[in-house]
């Protein structure tokens, strides 16, 4: 038996093309649902129960109670067995951790959830850094419940990584997602036109804590809507709040493309041209690249705001990979 954790719509794909590019059989799913009700839309119209042998569902409250549930339904299906494979797209999470704790697996491979693995890789697989989390009070309900807590968890041994990104690493194996399977069921063609408008990708926690000014958001899509004569169309992250939704869509020379799919499919979907593709930092754009190789790409960095350390390694991936930088 493969378990495949899963908790979001494009670590569903990469799911989806790890269990074609393994060849495994016997797969449990279990999928945490999205929280927003565009991460729902995503979700739902790309599961289809039957590619799976086994899917388990939870939500993302209560995990001290839910997440132990889940793991006691696994363990049921599975009678004793080990795992052959466990699959998971969030490397250094307390979720992905308990789940190891609590089964005798051969093997892990840890897929991408967006631009993750490239901090993820140097920061924590590489340096073999000891995962340690202790919170009594959750930790004795998760006993209570069946569970092993993960006070402590040693680096990973038997671990592969499978990534659209052009990583290497002397630690472990990488496994290349091109995303072949998937190009092949939607049968994509050529969606650049030098005539089309230009797409811009969403950034998520724009007004959240930490995350950019919704006024300086707002002025720079404005900026963008002004200077290109073909127009934009804006996919909004799938988090986007409704403030800021109601404030982009205002503006001029912009349209506002609610996606249903992850953007990487959408367009295929709905046969969007576009005559390039900018945002910062997005795995989409990286994507874009394996979908669309004619398409230009274009990464946006703050000229005058300094951007995190996880922020700024991205960056610099990016631009060794052949990402033209713009500053803005």
Not at 39 to 61: A, C, M, P, S, Y
Not at 111 to 122: M, V
Not at 214 to 236: M, Q, T
Not at 313 to 320: D, M, P, T
């Amino acid at each position: 038996m493969n378990l495949f954790l899963v908790t979001s719509p494009f670590q569903y794909l990469c799911a989806l093309e790890a269990k074609k590019h393994y060849k495994t059989k016997d797969n449990i799913l279990f999928l945490v649902d999205q929280s927003s009700t565009r991460g729902l839309e995503q979700q739902e119209k790309i599961f289809n129960l039957r590619e799976w042998d086994h899917v388990i569902t939870t939500t993302r409250k209560n995990r001290t109670i839910n997440i132990p549930k889940a793991i006691k339904k696994i363990k049921h299906i599975l009678k004793g067995e080990q795992l052959d494979t466990f699959f998971y797209g969030e490397y250094n999470a307390w979720r992905t951790k308990l789940v190891a704790e609590n089964f005798r697996i051969k093997k892990d491979v840890y897929f991408d959830d967006g631009t993750l693995t490239i901090c993820e890789l140097p920061e924590f697989i590489e340096t073999k850094i000891t995962y340690s989390r202790s919170r009594l009070l959750q930790d004795i309900l998760l006993r209570i419940y069946g569970c092993k807590p993960t006070t402590k968890s040693l680096p990973r041994e038997n671990l592969e990584l499978f990534t659209v990104f052009d990583l290497e690493s002397n630690t472990v194996n990488i496994e290349k997602n091109t995303f072949s399977h998937l190009k092949a069921h939607y049968n994509h063609g050529e969606l650049f036109s030098e005539h089309a408008p230009i797409g811009f990708i969403g950034q998520g926690a724009v007004g959240d804590k930490g995350g950019e000014p919704i006024s300086s958001y707002v002025e720079r899509l404005s900026h963008f809507a002004k200077i290109n004569d073909r127009g934009i169309v804006y996919f909004p992250h799938r988090t986007e709040s409704n403030e800021v939704a109601e404030k982009i869509s205002s503006i001029k020379n912009l349209t506002y493309h609610r996606s249903s799919l992850p953007l990487e499919l959408e367009l295929i979907d709905k046969k969007i041209k576009l005559s390039g593709l900018y945002g910062l930092n997005s795995t989409a754009q990286y994507t874009a690249k394996l979908f669309y190789p004619n398409m230009p790409i274009y990464n946006l960095v703050p000229r005058h705001r300094s951007l995190k350390p996880r922020q700024e390694r991205i960056r610099s991936f990016y631009k060794e990979s052949g990402i033209e930088e713009i500053l803005i």
